[in-house]
């Protein structure tokens, strides 16, 4: 292990030193994890410390365990990669991650619900409008195979919205479609997304969701679409441990 302050718990540091084998492939996907009496007897620890450094790399999902059997690093393919585009080529491309699904060979799909809401007030200031302001919530889970992969929770202001033929975003002709071509249906153009990475631990409820484990650490892109200066549509896409979000920008382009 790396020398780190003494303050630092036991079963950190070793957690820390088994997280980069785990990183740099020492310990390869697949590869069964020491056993609390190996990590006790190289580290020098009580059982009850090593079995804490084990409890922190599983709560990561970097591992996973069999009855009987012990514990294993989590295979790599399980990851899920979806690359997002710069909504530079969004439009006219109906349903963008069931695109993306397939030309990755998968089946993408997801389950969604609307309901009417007032706006929450840190929703109400990404949406530029009043708290408790009228808006569409929609709940997304989406899958890959009919597995879950991520979540996602979108909000639209019904000021905007409200009567025309996208009032529900999962509902008549232009279900399924894409945000960017949902609004050029009804004139609203939309010009640029703004998206921030937010670390936070998944929720008791996101967890039954997605078949994981509450409190493990997670990122959430919160992602708002603008029409010039006016957001249209703001949304929470939680991203679980075994999904990497992959930017592709443009460079040197008009």
Known sequence: MRPIAARTPKYL?????????????RLAPGAQMPSLTELQEHYEVSERTA????KVLLNESLTYSKPGAGSFVRDRADTVRMVRHWYRDAAGKGSPWRAEMAAAGRRGSWKASSTRVEAPPAIAERLQVQARDPLMRTSYLFTADDLPTYLSTSWEPLSITLGTEIMLPEQGIHAGAGVVDRFDAIGVHITRAVEELVPRALTITEADKLRLRPGIPIIV???????????????????????RAVYEIPVGEA
């Open 51 to 54: 079995y804490e450094a084990t």
């Open 221 to 243: 892109i919160e992602r708002t679409y603008y029409a010039g200066d006016t957001p249209v549509e703001t949304a929470n896409i939680v991203l679980p441990p075994n999904y």
């Open 13 to 25: 540091l070793i957690a820390d030193d088994l997280r980069e084998q785990i990183i740099d492939g």
